[in-house]
Structure formats: C-alpha cells, structure tokens
C-alpha cells in the first residue's frame, strides 16, 4: 500500500512510497551509463528513420533513397557480371572438356553443389545417397541409364517419365501379376530367384520354379544373371542395391504391379551452364564412370 516517500535508514536512499508486507521499495537511480546508452538509442533510432527507409510506403522513404530491395538486386546482378565469363565458357564447354580443365572444374564443382542442393537434395539427399522409394544413390557405382558425363547429363536435362520432353528417359516395367501374365504364386517364385541373384534366396525350391519364370519374362531387359541393361533403363538384380527395398515382400509387390518413378526435365529449367555444372557435380560424387 502507498505510504509517504521517505529515506532508507541504511541505505540513505529514497523510497517509492510502496510497501508490501513490511517490505519498502527503494528508488534505486539507474546507472549513469545505462541511462546515456538509452539516450543514445533513441538519438540513433531519430536519425534512422530520417536518413533510411522506416515506413512500410512504396518506395524509398528516407533522405537516401536506399531501398534493400534493389540493392540485393544490383548485389545479385554485379555476381552475375563477374561470373559472366566463366559461365559462358561452362556453358560451350561439354561436361567432359570442364572435368578435364582444374579451373573450369573447380567452378563447375561449388557452382553444382549449390545447384544440387536447390533442385536436387530434396530427393537424392544432401550427399546424393538416395533413399528407398525410387530415389537412386548418385554416390555409387550403380547406374541404371550410365554413369558417363553424357549420359548423366542426359538424364538430368531430359528427365525420366515425366512427359516433359521427347528424349526423356522411359522404361516400362509390366504389372505382371494386375495385367494377368503371372499368378501370384508364379510372382512369389520369380521373387524368390531374384533374391537368389543377390545370395539372399530362403526357399531353393522356389527359386528354381522362378529361374524358368525368370528367363521367359524379365531376361530380356534385365539380363540372363540379372546384370540390368542400361539401354532401357532396367536395373541391375544381381546386386544388393535396390530402389524400392530388397526384401520379397517389396520385390514381390514391384514384380506384380511395378514401378515407375518420376524425375522432371530440368533442361526447361536450367541454364545449359547450370545443368553442366550439376553433371560434372554429381559424376564427382563418387560413382561417376569414365
């Protein structure tokens, strides 16, 4: 409750007048250079909002007519004056000829990783280690349309199954057991021998039934031993590498209703120099092939 302001008898510093259970409250000054730090603040913020922009109007509203806006615009426009050399050499330049030059390679290199990072990290990962669920691993040696720069620059300019260019890559795999061919047991069976490629059958029976099922209906792509074939996009079986897991279970459901992953054109997107730069990027990954 209010009482009279008086002093503190051993402190000799004025009270507030406030008292709670006995209690008084001193009126403790503030420090001196609290209070000119204040001062100054305030001082600062005047001349601020007098000299640069403070108002949320169109336009510049302080004396110097800077406007953030435009000036990562004139930043962002001065980078691409300077790497405006460099890029045209990249973007004549196949993705070979920048690999085999260390200048152009070391562009290429930080320019790809940040390229990759914008447009292709979200599915790849960070590091290009793929995931399970039809996205590759760009980290290995497992290619399914080759490792070559031509041949991953291709991809990556024109796509796979995304209906967004003519030269995009395609590869249909048969639903065999939704469009009739195989029974269910007969799916089981081909799964079996498929894991048998791999040193993982559990049934020897079952993957003898399925190296004849085998032969008549997934050879022809996929190889006699399951080496893939890179021309039609089929995937090498006789590895422990897959896309949508190695377990029957999984190779079960892609022999019977298959698959069929999407990866967008980015030709349509990208500067010819950038898509360069994500071919030699992704070829210096760790998988890439001469």
């Known amino acids: 409750m209010p009482t009279k302001i008086?002093?503190?008898?051993l402190t000799g510093t004025d009270t507030t007048g406030h008292e709670w259970d006995g209690l008084r409250e001193l009126n403790t000054p503030l420090p001196k250079w609290w209070l000119y730090t204040f001062y100054a603040c305030i001082v600062f913020a005047a001349v601020y909002v007098v000299v640069y922009p403070a108002f949320p109007f169109q336009g510049a509203t302080g004396l110097t007519g800077w406007i953030a806006r435009e000036a990562v615009v004139d930043d962002t426009r001065n980078a691409q004056a300077r790497m405006a050399p460099m890029m045209t050499r990249i973007r004549e330049a196949t993705p070979q000829q920048i690999a085999d030059d260390p200048e152009l390679r070391g562009f290429a290199i930080a320019g790809g990783r940040i390229a990759f990072a914008n447009n292709c990290a979200g599915?790849?990962?960070a590091g290009g280690q793929g995931a399970v669920g039809g996205f590759p691993s760009l980290a290995d040696d497992d290619w399914i349309w080759g490792g070559q720069h031509e041949?991953?620059?291709?991809t990556i300019t024109h796509g796979v199954r995304a209906g967004e260019s003519d030269e995009e890559r395609i590869s249909m795999?048969?639903?065999f057991l939704a469009d009739g061919v195989l029974t269910l047991p007969q799916v089981r069976d081909t799964a079996e021998y498929v894991l048998s490629?791999?040193?993982?059958?559990?049934?020897?029976?079952?993957a003898g039934r399925g190296a004849e099922l085998f032969t008549e209906n997934c050879a022809a792509c996929h190889g006699e031993r399951g080496e893939g074939n890179r021309d039609v996009g089929a995937p090498r079986l006789s590895d422990r590498i897959w896309l949508y897991g190695g377990d029957k279970a999984s190779i079960v459901q892609t022999i019977a209703y298959s698959r069929a992953g999407v990866m967008p054109a980015w030709g349509p997107r990208l500067d010819p120099a950038i898509i360069n730069m994500l071919t030699v990027y992704v070829h210096a990954l760790g998988g890439g092939e001469n």
């Open 6 to 9: 008086e002093k503190d008898s």
């Open 173 to 175: 795999m048969p639903r």
């Open 151 to 154: 041949a991953i620059r291709a």
């Open 197 to 206: 490629l791999a040193g993982q059958a559990t049934d020897v029976a079952a």
């Open 123 to 125: 599915c790849h990962g």
